[in-house]
C-alpha cells in the first residue's frame, strides 16, 4: 500500500483559533487554508449559511516534512452526523479502486457521515465513522481535467 496517514483534528467554529495558535507554537506556514464559503454550489451538498460560511473546510500546516497537522470545523449543515470531538485520522491514498476498498472496510458496521465520492476541490473524498467509533477520512487527489 501507498498511503499516508495524517492527525486531523475537528471543531466546532474555533479551529481558526486553534490553528493560529499551533503555527504560533510550531512555525511554519500554511499549506492550505479554505473557508466553506470558499466552496461553490453542488448538486446534492446543502447551501452553506452565512452563519457557518467563514468557519474553516479545511486547513493544514506542515510541521516536519513527513507530518502534517490538518483540521476543520465540522458537525453542520454538510455533515450533521459527525460530532466534532478532535481526531479523525485522514488517509491519502494515490489509488481510486484502494480509495473505494479503505472507504468499504472502515464503513461496515459503522456509519458513513459524508460518501465517498468526487469533489469540487480535486479528491476523491468521503468520511466515515468505523465500528469503533473512530472517524476517518479518505482522499485520493484527482488530476485535473484540461
Request: aromatic residues 14%; proline residues 6%.
Amino acid at each position: 500500500m501507498n498511503i499516508e496517514i495524517q492527525p486531523y483534528l475537528t471543531f466546532n467554529g474555533n479551529c481558526e483559533e486553534a490553528f493560529n495558535f499551533y503555527k504560533s507554537v510550531f512555525g511554519g506556514e500554511f499549506s492550505r487554508f479554505k473557508r466553506f464559503n470558499d466552496m461553490p454550489p453542488q448538486e446534492g451538498m446543502p447551501i452553506v449559511t452565512e452563519v457557518y460560511a467563514k468557519r474553516i473546510m479545511y486547513v493544514a500546516l506542515p510541521i516536519t516534512p513527513q507530518f502534517t497537522l490538518c483540521g476543520a470545523d465540522i458537525g453542520f449543515e454538510l455533515a450533521p452526523n459527525h460530532v466534532a470531538d478532535n481526531i479523525t485520522l485522514l488517509v491519502k491514498v494515490k489509488d481510486k479502486q484502494e480509495a473505494d476498498n479503505l472507504f468499504k472496510s472502515l464503513s461496515m458496521e459503522g456509519k458513513i457521515t459524508l460518501p465517498l465520492s468526487d469533489t469540487f476541490w480535486g479528491a476523491h473524498y468521503g468520511m466515515c465513522t468505523d465500528k469503533f467509533g473512530i472517524n476517518w477520512m479518505i482522499n485520493m487527489s484527482i488530476e485535473p481535467k484540461l
